[in-house]
T-cell receptor
Framework: NAGVTQTPKFRVLKTGQSMTLLCAQDMNHEYMYWYRQDPGMGLRLIHYSVGEGTTAKGEVPDGYNVSRLKKQNFLLGLESAAPSQTSVYFC????????????FGPGTRLTVT | AQKVTQAQTEISVVEKEDVTLDCVYETRDTTYYLFWYKQPPSGELVFLIR??????QNEISGRYSWNFQKSTSSFNFTITASQVVDSAVYFCALSLNRDDKIIFGKGTRLHILP
């Protein structure tokens, strides 16, 4: 069991470029989440999904889009990267939503110059 | 408003000392879950414990213990006889009834000095 994996681990983008972060889980979890972690800010939820084909906005969704075409994958897209999106991005999954713990991936460190 | 406060931004203790990480939460819900996560220097968050609002029993797991007190809206985490491997950022989190999201505190960075 790989658990939750994220691709890539590191990336440097120039302002205005686009990219997609891939999250994959092999635990057959229904719920998946994308967070960003910035110094002093803790974890902030970007978008989440309660099942295949569904997505919902979190606390800081602007500038990001997501898709959940397959149950095991959750993609986070940046259409036009900005320096404010420099952060560490974490994906998580959970068997259910409310009340259940989330299992996290190793993170993706993104720098936008 | 729902909120999780970890007032201790950073703590340093010498190895083998006991240390308590504070967590205070705010919610008007009577049904909720509380969590603790550990983020070691490697970066990946690791789930430690989940506690529901109807279970105020303290929990002990090896050198780790958790004290849940609804009267003070606190869910504190104590590490006994700390070790260097306990150095990490620790997050407290709250999950509210019927909400699929978890509200995280900003974390406490713990340094265990050899």
């Amino acid at each position: 069991n790989a658990g939750v994996t994220q691709t890539p681990k590191f990336r440097v983008l120039k302002t205005g470029q686009s990219m997609t972060l891939l999250c994959a889980q092999d635990m057959n979890h229904e719920y998946m989440y994308w967070y960003r972690q910035d110094p002093g800010m803790g974890l902030r939820l970007i978008h989440y999904s309660v099942g295949e084909g569904t997505t919902a906005k979190g606390e800081v969704p602007d500038g990001y889009n997501v898709s959940r075409l397959k149950k095991q994958n959750f993609l986070l897209g940046l259409e036009s990267a900005a320096p404010s999106q420099t952060s560490v991005y974490f994906c998580a999954s959970s068997p259910r939503g409310w009340g259940y713990e989330q299992y996290f991936g190793p993170g993706t460190r993104l720098t936008v110059t | 408003a729902q909120k999780v406060t970890q007032a201790q931004t950073e703590i340093s203790v010498v190895e083998k000392e006991d240390v308590t990480l504070d967590c205070v939460y705010e919610t008007r819900d009577t049904t909720y879950y509380l969590f603790w996560y550990k983020q070691p220097p490697s970066g990946e968050l690791v789930f430690l414990i989940r506690r529901n609002s109807f279970d105020e029993q303290n929990e002990i797991s090896g050198r780790y213990s958790w004290n849940f007190q609804k009267s003070t809206s606190s869910f504190n985490f104590t590490i006994t006889a700390s070790q260097v491997v306990d150095s990490a950022v620790y997050f407290c989190a709250l999950s509210l009834n019927r909400d699929d999201k978890i509200i995280f505190g900003k974390g406490t960075r713990l340094h265990i000095l050899p």
